[in-house]
């Protein structure tokens, strides 16, 4: 009887914790978030297979979408994500960035609409799409950062970078994200409503001029175009890195140089509720002998 009234606060106390566990609302915290758009190449580039999967063969602009959902799993609630889509020599804001934990469904379907259905042309211009991008981010309430998503194959070729002057190199933090591989392969031809009817020939494509003697150009082939990405992302101030596990997409969006101080509801009760067990654990302890908590009896008298 005595270690139970001696032991009667350890048991007090776990029930005013757990009390506490359950009726505790979320505490506002600092915290590092993500604030970025991100932009999807959806060019017929992007449809070559040359990206993988856990080992399977996927599309590049699947690749890429797969790596925006596993972020999406991945990144803190407070961040803010938004899409965008490149294609011609623009790139045009789909969403703009909204938190992601209260519209995650949202965002898992309108991201599944991005692809080559909402293709306007069939020009690739990437070098002016990524300075179309830095526009509409600078224009974003909060400035969010950019990563854009493309294998870099610009169509026609690209003689010289374009000039924008309203857009300063360094004014938008992001990423230049790479996808694909290095061996060049057909590019998959695709009607308006995405499907594939062919592939694109030499003929079909504005070739590069080169000098009598050297290889012929071979831009109806499509591989990952690094070295030019490499002098975009210098040209305008961006990262450029290639993206070969779809895991890397939420690391490079957590990146403590994107990210922004905000103040998050986070939700705390697993400590009270922690502590409550700890308290039960030391009420249920075996006594030092081994023998256990006593229990009370009932006795018979006379």
């Known amino acids: 009887m005595k270690a139970l009234l001696r032991d009667a606060p350890l048991l007090a106390g776990a029930t005013l914790l757990l009390l506490v566990a359950l009726l505790m609302p979320p505490v506002p915290l600092p915290r590092n978030v993500a604030d970025t758009v991100l932009v999807f190449d959806i060019t017929q580039s992007m449809d070559v297979e040359d990206a993988q999967i856990d080992g399977a063969p996927v599309s590049r602009l699947e690749f890429a979408r797969a790596a925006a959902r596993r972020a999406l799993r991945e990144l ?15 790139t ?5 960035p909204i938190e992601v934990c ?22 690739s211009e990437v070098a002016k799409g990524v300075f179309w991008a830095l526009r509409a981010a600078k224009e974003l309430q909060g400035k969010p950062a950019i990563l854009f998503l493309t294998d870099g194959h610009e169509s026609p070729p690209l003689t010289a970078f374009p000039r ?6 360094g004014q938008v933090r992001g990423w230049l994200l790479g996808i694909g591989a290095g061996v060049p392969q057909p590019i998959p031809r695709t009607d308006a409503e995405g499907n594939r009817i062919g592939y694109w020939r030499a003929g079909d494509v ?3 001029n080169v000098p009598a ?3 012929p150009s071979r831009e109806h082939l499509s591989e990952l175009r690094e070295p030019h990405l490499r002098a975009l992302a210098a040209q ?3 990262g450029y890195s290639a993206l070969r596990d779809p895991g890397q997409l939420a690391a490079l969006m957590r990146d403590p140089q994107l990210a922004r101080r905000a103040s998050v ?16 654990c030391v009420y249920f302890r075996p006594d030092a002998f081994g023998g256990g908590r006593p229990r009370l009896s009932r006795t018979s008298g006379t």
């Open 76 to 90: 803190p609630c407070g961040s803010r994500v938004g899409w965008a889509a490149f294609t011609e020599y623009r």
């Open 92 to 96: 045009l804001l789909l969403l703009a």
């Open 102 to 123: 209260e519209n995650y469904n949202d965002l898992l379907a309108t991201l599944a609409e991005i692809d080559g259905r909402i293709r306007w042309g069939n020009a």
């Open 164 to 169: 924008f002057d309203d857009v300063q190199a």
């Open 206 to 208: 504005l070739q590069r």
């Open 213 to 215: 003697g050297q290889p």
């Open 236 to 238: 305008t101030g961006l």
């Open 265 to 280: 509801a986070t939700d705390l009760r697993a400590v009270p509720a922690l502590l409550a067990l700890a308290l039960l």
